[in-house]
């Protein structure tokens, strides 16, 4: 299938970017491909400003003292309470009074509590948010941004286990790596302290350990297991129980400080009296005991598995091409991951620069935050509020930085063919917002360009108010699909 220059931009802005700005088909209609290539040679275009955001230990440690300092609040509270009702019981008379200003003096506190706008935690996770939502808005065409949500995903953790640290893993392990090595991806995401956490390696102590001889605890398999089958090798790629188990091993040690450490809490550490001695072997290797070295030594040879070149190119090509990806495009991207070392960026290139990234059919349904972003960016929405944009995916069932499991969301239709009722639902509601600065005439044009089907722009042209007109485009199979 060819298509036309203005097809071909409005095909790059909604499969590789994050959906087209108004104007924005026609200004990269002369190069398509060219425009992608070039976002990615944009100095620092994957990272995020991040001014006033903290970093993941930095925010741990505020979580921990505003929790303890909550706590301690609540202890006084009670106290005083019980205090008073001490004085009640035998004063009965003036007591009522004081009892009253006890209980007032409680339900200050709750209410306190209970303020999102004092919860450190929220606010943490609103700022990062924030950056976050930003940044896919203002982007060019959000390529750099696609590729960091993909790598977030594959090396996902969660928020629902380690809220403070979510938005601050992705700035810390991802971004700076998704036109990097993956060597080096795959080193800061495994070593992070938000990883550790979501996996249960920070307290994973090997059994003849100093520490394993002198408490109960023991050794943990789920950060080794998961890099295996989720994070390169990927699943029936040769490896045996055997293996997790000593790479489990390998890892004890890899840990984080406590977040009551007041100045290094929940940064990385490795100790070890926790780390298992001796030499290892995995995937028939023999790895001497150098400590910390000799997890970053099976980390690097994994990055180099020509199992993993194959399990990166088959996700890459799913995530951007289609469900059931080309088998030729794999097999070339793997060979380009193998050749250059894992260099992300080459592999990148050679997925735009490929005929079949371009000429499959458009098949592949937007995720709920792809949509919803792109759906803001055709509005013209520059600032939508960050806490709207999480209540949306919420309710689109992607909670931000909160996947179902360590397997990361879904990148497969059926996953999310039950939330597209409430796609409508949103969309009125969006519509409605903005419905003053719309244009019936030309919407469809800004956001679909030639992509548009006779049957959306008559659809679109017959409703029965801009409001509705709008929301029946965002709900039209072409935006919906990328």
């Known amino acids: 299938m060819t298509l036309d220059p203005k097809s071909t931009a409005a095909l790059a802005l909604h499969r590789f970017g994050l959906g087209p700005r108004p104007g924005q088909i026609a200004l990269i209609a002369s190069d398509p491909r060219g425009a992608l290539l070039a976002e990615l040679d944009k100095p620092n275009i994957n990272r995020i400003a991040g001014a006033g955001l903290m970093g993941s230990a930095e925010a741990a440690r505020a979580l921990f003292e505003y929790r303890a300092e909550q706590q301690a609040r609540q202890i006084v509270a009670k106290r005083e309470a019980d205090r008073q009702q001490a004085m009640a019981d035998t004063e009965a ?262 005929d079949e990234a371009w000429s499959a059919r458009r098949g592949k349904l937007k995720r709920p935050d792809e949509w919803l972003i792109s759906a803001l960016r055709v509005g013209g929405v520059r600032e939508p509020g960050p806490d709207r944009v999480v209540g949306a995916q919420n309710m689109l069932g992607q909670p931000l930085w909160r996947p179902p499991s360590p397997q990361g969301f879904s990148d497969e239709e059926a996953a999310w063919l039950d939330g597209l009722p409430t796609r409508l639902d949103i969309a009125s509601t969006y519509a409605a917002r903005i419905w003053d600065r719309l244009d019936p005439h030309t919407m469809v044009d800004e956001a679909l360009g030639p992509l548009a089907s006779r049957e959306t722009r008559e659809t679109v042209m017959r409703a029965e108010s801009k409001t509705q007109a709008f929301a029946m485009l965002l709900l039209s199979s072409e935006f919906q699909r990328r």
């Open 93 to 354: 008379g003036k007591s009522m009074t004081e009892k009253t200003m006890a209980e007032k003096s409680m339900a200050d506190d709750a209410a306190q509590k209970r303020d999102p706008s004092k919860d450190v935690g929220r606010q943490i996770f609103l700022g990062e948010a924030k950056a976050r939502v930003d940044a896919a808005l203002t982007a060019d065409i959000g390529f750099a941004e696609r590729l960091v949500w993909f790598w977030s995903n594959h090396f996902c953790i969660s928020a629902d286990k380690i809220p403070s640290m979510a938005g601050a893993y992705e700035r810390e392990a991802i971004r700076p790596h998704v036109l990097g090595r993956f060597g080096d991806m795959l080193l800061a995401a495994e070593s992070h302290p938000a990883m550790l956490f979501y996996l249960d390696n920070w307290d994973s102590i090997g059994p003849n350990s100093v520490a394993g001889i002198n408490r109960s605890k023991g050794l943990n398999e789920n950060l080794a297991r998961e890099i295996l089958e989720l994070h390169t090798l990927g699943v029936r790629s040769g490896y045996t129980q055997s293996d997790v188990t000593s790479f489990a091993n390998v890892l004890t040690g890899w840990s984080m400080s406590a977040v009551s450490n007041p100045d290094h809490g929940g940064e990385f550490v490795f100790v070890k009296r926790m780390h298992e001695p001796g030499d290892k072997t995995v995937l028939g290797k023999s790895y001497a005991d150098d400590g910390v070295g000799q997890g970053r030594a099976v980390l690097a040879d994994l990055a180099r598995h020509p199992a993993t070149a194959t399990h990166v190119a088959q996700k890459l090509a799913k995530h951007f091409v289609a469900d059931q990806p080309p088998q030729p495009l794999v097999d070339r991207l793997a060979k380009v991951f193998r050749d250059t070392g894992g260099d992300l960026k080459a592999v990148t290139v050679a997925l735009v620069k490929s």
